[in-house]
């Protein structure tokens, strides 16, 4: 058994051989003739206690720690409570300092710790998986089909339970028993999964019971469960519901039961939406979306015990290549991935996070290094204080004590009162913060956040009290009442100079960070999405229930509510789409072009599909680049046709005229549709993803249920959102319309997440750059105060007052010069390190490096202004009289 | 200056002496602990006897690695000539100035 790692380390570092040996030797046999004796717990304690005594006794052997070490303690704090009582202002800047500091480090790790650190809500989190075949982009898993998620379930053995996972949406028209018929129709997001879902990752109904197994077959799925919020707010939290049918798209489900309050649908929000509404999928073989290559639905999984992430996913891969083999047709090469579903969930925020709480620990590392400054500046004013009270008695230990004790009480304050602004913080950030940051909601100040407040404050507090109280150590207090103080205070100059030139190096850090997404939003905000999101309107619909059973219906409806609302003043033009650009959606079809060498097969090129009306082009301003639009002639029974994007024209059909093409979707056994003409591409995804290959087809031949009604206005493009909503609701009975947005909003919401990372580094490297630029005028102020004899001394020699002030710059430059050397090197490591979050420029930007150069110089010599004036005003004759 | 011992120099002189060939830290340390009933720290001993050793009055040298110790050596000491003649100064000096009053540290009767 061996001693504690942490004092052995200790040990190893504070004594040298051959002490060491000896030491850890003796200390060893002490340890382990104790755990034999005593146990384990009683060894370590003595192991800790001869560590901490022998490391005292390094210095001061013969003064053994005191029998009771916190004596005279409150002593101490009384003196330093008056010492810092005595200089009020130096306190309160500190407290202000240590406070803002403390508190932004503790709101940003609440947040962190909420959304990143925490286990997922559900039963052993740990051996959850997502799965699925690998996204093209980022190789975490994506979509897949019915088929292949029963066969990965069923054939492998790392696999203990598995659920899929897809979209849905309900429309509640009544409530139980037909009563509530009358209630305006409410559009409640929902998902349907395999009736195993909840039991797999260990949640349970509050009210009623879980879906059976044989409710999840093609003609029995139509059950539902509530989430608690729904069930309060729709059903007046009536426990009878279970049991009972709603309307959902004017047809029966069975509520079988009411979810707790405490779910919070963190899979269904990543992959769908926030649901409070589940049904079982309800697939078997024969349905038709089950196949192999319809990639519509999520998937996760619960690994056994046991086995590691690794070799589950190492199975699923060959599990699926002995698929492919099996049906080559279906997938092409099409492989399998896994991932924890931790990581699946909470991911793409972690750059963001770590991006937040480290701009604010830098912030309060340059705080203390303020304060450290400041104190040292104190410690050389407070010479004589100590050197009388060390002639009184005091030992030198004992005024080190007393120096700790003051940064103690100084970062116990502020980190009181950081706590109180980091209430309040949290709060902020949360709201601050881009909207889908998953499990937000939960950050706060509890046990384990206020743990890490008390490790940071003390951190703090030796960070700034040690400098200081160790300078206190190496100078011999009793000399400073006669000797000249030379020495000392050239070591104090260097240790302020370092702290300074530190502070510079962290600014230079931050503003790097800020820099570069600075020019990453203005690149964004460059970027020509394809359409104008100018007073552009936009509406979720969904046509479903037996009204909309028959496409000519569901057309019919679309053509009335396009009428209605062209009508409207200030409406220049409508369309619907079943899909927009930046609306989250994804709707790709398989596009088997004629005589292309992947027709017919799984690796044919996927296609974003839009089904429009013809006026789409006109609402979202996308430009014909050749060929025609799509027409109103193109009625449902004329010859079908298509357009399509320019990046698909180009990789489909290279250095050929796409236009008069024909092709297939989204399987060869569909209908041949023609090429008629290529627009230009738009943004789908998100501003800063290159565009896809696109290709729109009309609504008459391939009608949608889900679509979304596009309006372009004359004026603010809200101000007519709630008559498009009384249209639809007069022209379509039974549809809720989901509330309107404006396009501008999406391509706001898409850059979103950029922008808050954008603002906290801004806002914070301006707090650093300011802290430094305050630690650099206080550094070559105390210098001008300190020299100010000696420039007096060489102006009365004949030096000119610009050599006076080239001696006073050359002093600050060099620190802000160092502080350029290593802060440039620590900005282009964290450049590599938010890759992520940049777009179209490097980490190593020459441009952002060299506005820094400016911003730090400028800032620098701003800083100095002051104190040069009052050195190159040094009167000659008054600084001699003062001697 | 040079030639009188610290009263904690003479704690450990005097154990060295009195444990011969069986003098390294562990045995001084408990030597000092069971007579004098004062726990002193390995540091603290060795500090000490590195002091003590750089002024010539211990010599020191390792001894065999032992499991025990986590595969290390023991460091055994010895007090020279030079130490035990300071030992001698000091404590006759001490006992010198003790003569006589040594009685009126006893509770009174």
């Known amino acids: 058994m061996k001693p504690p790692l942490i004092p052995r380390a200790l040990l190893s570092i504070v004594f040298r051989e051959p002490m060491r040996e000896a030491i850890l030797g003796d200390l060893a046999e002490g340890f382990a003739d104790r755990t034999t004796r005593s146990g384990r717990w009683n060894a370590s304690r003595w192991y800790w206690s001869q560590t901490l005594r022998s490391i005292a006794a390094r210095w001061h052997p013969t003064t053994e720690f005191p029998a009771r070490p916190w004596s005279g303690i409150w002593k101490d704090l009384r003196y330093g409570a008056r010492t810092l009582r005595r200089a009020p202002g130096f306190s309160l800047v500190a407290i202000a300092t240590l406070g803002l500091g403390i508190g932004g480090t503790t709101a940003a790790f609440s947040v962190l710790d909420a959304v990143l650190l925490r286990p997922l809500p559900y039963a052993e989190p740990d051996r959850l998986v997502a799965i699925g075949h690998p996204d093209a982009d980022t190789g975490y898993p994506s979509n897949l089909g019915f088929l292949t998620f029963r066969d990965w379930r069923d054939r492998t053995k790392s696999i203990e339970d598995a659920a899929a996972m897809r979209s849905w949406l309900a429309t509640i028209t009544a409530g139980p028993d037909g009563t509530g018929a009358n209630a305006e129709p409410e559009r409640v997001p929902a998902v349907r999964v395999s009736w195993n879902f909840f039991r797999m990752v260990g949640i349970a109904p509050a009210l009623g019971r879980d879906f059976r197994p044989d409710e999840d077959r093609p003609e029995t799925w139509r059950v539902v469960l509530l989430s608690d919020g729904l069930w309060r707010r729709r059903f007046g939290a009536d426990p009878s519901i279970v049991g009972r049918t709603i309307r959902i798209h004017d047809r029966p489900y069975l509520v079988v039961g009411v979810m707790p309050a405490s779910l919070e649908p963190l899979i269904e929000a990543r992959n769908y939406s926030r649901a409070e509404i589940w049904a079982p999928i309800g697939y078997d073989d024969t349905t038709r979306d089950a196949c192999r290559s319809c990639q519509h639905l999520t998937a996760f999984a619960r690994i056994r015990p046991g086995v590691s992430i690794d070799a589950a996913r190492a199975e699923l891969v060959s599990v699926q290549e002995a698929m492919r083999r099996e049906f080559p047709a279906d997938y092409g090469s099409t492989t399998a991935t896994l991932r924890p579903l931790r990581d699946q969930i909470v991911g793409d925020v972690r750059p963001l996070l770590f991006v937040l709480l480290g701009a604010v620990s830098a912030v309060l590392l340059i705080g203390c290094a303020n304060l450290a400054g400041l104190l040292l500046a104190r410690g050389a004013g407070r010479e004589r204080e100590l050197a009388v009270r060390s002639a009184l008695g005091a030992s030198r230990g004992r005024l080190v004590r007393q120096l700790l004790t003051e940064a103690a009480l100084l970062s116990a304050l502020g980190g009181g009162f950081g706590v109180l602004l980091a209430a309040g913080g949290a709060r902020a950030l949360t709201i601050a913060a881009p909207v889908d940051v998953p499990r937000i909601a939960g950050a706060g100040l509890d046990g384990r956040v206020l743990l890490f407040t008390v490790a940071v404050t003390v951190l703090a507090g030796f960070a700034f009290g040690l400098i200081p109280a160790l300078r206190a150590w190496a100078d011999n207090p009793r000399e400073s009442l006669h000797s000249g103080q030379r020495s000392t205070q050239d070591a104090t100059r260097w240790s302020r100079r370092a702290l300074v030139a530190g502070e510079v190096a962290v600014a230079i850090v931050l503003l790097a960070g800020a820099g570069l997404m600075i020019r990453t939003m203005g690149n964004l905000l460059r970027v020509d999405p394809g359409f104008d999101p100018h007073r552009l309107l936009t509406m979720d619909l969904a046509f479903v229930g037996p009204p909309y059973a028959e496409d000519p219906a569901v057309f019919a409806t679309q053509q009335r509510i396009l009428e209605g609302v062209r009508a409207l003043p200030g409406v220049e033009a409508a369309a619907f789409a079943s899909q927009i650009p930046l609306g989250g959606n994804m709707d790709t079809w398989g596009f088997h072009a004629e005589g292309h060498p992947l027709y017919g097969t799984a690796d044919a090129p996927s296609v974003e599909r839009y089904g429009v009306t013809p006026d789409y082009f006109n609402v979202m301003r996308i430009p014909l680049k050749r060929g025609r639009l799509l027409t109103e002639a193109d009625r449902a029974d004329a010859p079908r046709v298509i357009v399509v994007g320019e990046t698909t024209a180009a990789q489909v059909w290279p250095g050929q005229e796409a236009i008069g093409k024909r092709v297939r979707m989204p399987g060869v056994k569909g209908e041949w549709y023609t090429v008629v003409g290529i627009v230009g591409d738009v943004r789908h995804y998100e501003l800063a993803a290159p565009p896809t290959m696109q290709m729109y087809v009309g609504q008459p031949h391939v009608t949608d249920s889900f679509v979304t009604l596009t309006v372009r206005t004359a004026g603010d493009p809200l101000s007519i959102a709630s008559a498009a909503r009384a249209i639809v609701i007069r022209e379509a009975p039974g549809v809720a319309p989901a509330a309107p947005a404006t396009l501008e909003q999406l391509v706001s919401k898409s850059v979103e997440q950029r922008r808050f990372a954008m603002l906290v580094l801004a806002v914070f490297a301006a707090i650093a750059l300011t802290l430094a630029a305050i630690g650099l005028y206080g550094t070559i102020a105390y210098m001008v105060a300190r020299r100010g004899r000696e420039f007096g001394v060489r102006m009365a020699l004949g030096a000119r007052r610009s050599d006076i002030a080239r001696l006073v710059l050359s002093e600050g430059m060099q620190l802000v010069v160092a502080g350029l050397v290593v802060g440039g090197a620590g900005a282009v490591l964290a450049g590599r390190l938010m890759d992520s979050l940049l777009y179209g420029v490097e980490p190593s930007d020459p441009v952002t490096l060299a506005a820094i150069l400016v911003v730090v110089a400028v800032a620098s010599i701003a800083a100095q202004i002051v104190p040069l004036l009052r050195a190159t005003a040094t009167d000659p004759a008054t600084a001699l009289h003062a001697e | ?109």
């Open chain 2, 1 to 109: 200056m040079a030639d009188f011992l610290g009263e904690f120099e003479q704690l450990i002189l005097f154990a060295v002496l009195q444990l011969g060939d069986d003098a390294y830290g562990v045995t001084v340390r408990e030597a000092i602990q069971s007579r004098t009933g004062r726990t002193i720290s390995a540091g603290a001993v060795y500090t000490t006897l590195e002091r003590l050793e750089s002024r010539g009055f211990v010599s020191s040298w390792f001894g065999d690695p032992t499991p025990a110790r986590g595969g290390r050596r023991k460091r055994h000491f010895r007090v020279e000539p030079d130490g035990r003649r300071a030992l001698r100064r000091t404590y006759d000096g001490l006992q010198r100035m003790a003569h006589g009053v040594i009685v009126k540290l006893e509770p009174s009767r």
